[in-house]
Nanobody
Framework: QVQLVESGGGLVQAGGSLRLSCAASGRTFSSYAMGWFRQAPGKEREFVAGISRSGVRTLSADSVKGRFTISRDNAKNTVDLQMNSLKPEDTAVYFC????????????????????WGQGTQVTVSS
């Protein structure tokens, strides 16, 4: 089992940047594919970015491609989301998620595939 704690959210003006971090407990972090999701009020939770166990493979939603970058440090048990050129429509609660996988070396893009979730961190982008 793994516990996830997000940090780094806050209020930023449009065009600004934020870096979210997710710290994971446990000694088997490298056996989890990781992902970031977000949920705006009245909307469904949506995929933002995912990263494979090794960090070699990443995938981003079209809405954030070229602006957001996901990365991980397996030695520190962390996964980060660097968010640049933020827009008001990026406003949401951002969640870190983990998927236990023994053999799959890719990424997962649907929320139902993930096993563990953090509590979320609020990101607000003002216009």
């Amino acid at each position: 089992q793994v516990q996830l704690v997000e940090s780094g959210g806050g209020l930023v003006q449009a065009g600004g940047s934020l870096r979210l971090s997710c710290a994971a407990s446990g000694r088997t972090f490298s056996s989890y594919a990781m992902g970031w999701f977000r949920q705006a009020p009245g909307k469904e939770r949506e995929f933002v970015a995912g990263i494979s166990r090794s960090g070699v493979r990443t995938l981003s939603a079209d809405s954030v491609k070229g602006r957001f970058t996901i990365s991980r440090d397996n030695a520190k048990n962390t996964v980060d989301l660097q968010m640049n050129s933020l827009k008001p429509e990026d406003t949401a609660v951002y969640f870190c998620a983990a998927k236990s996988t023994l053999y799959f070396t890719g990424t997962y893009i649907t929320a139902v595939e993930y096993d563990y979730w953090g509590q979320g961190t609020q990101v607000t982008v003002s216009s």
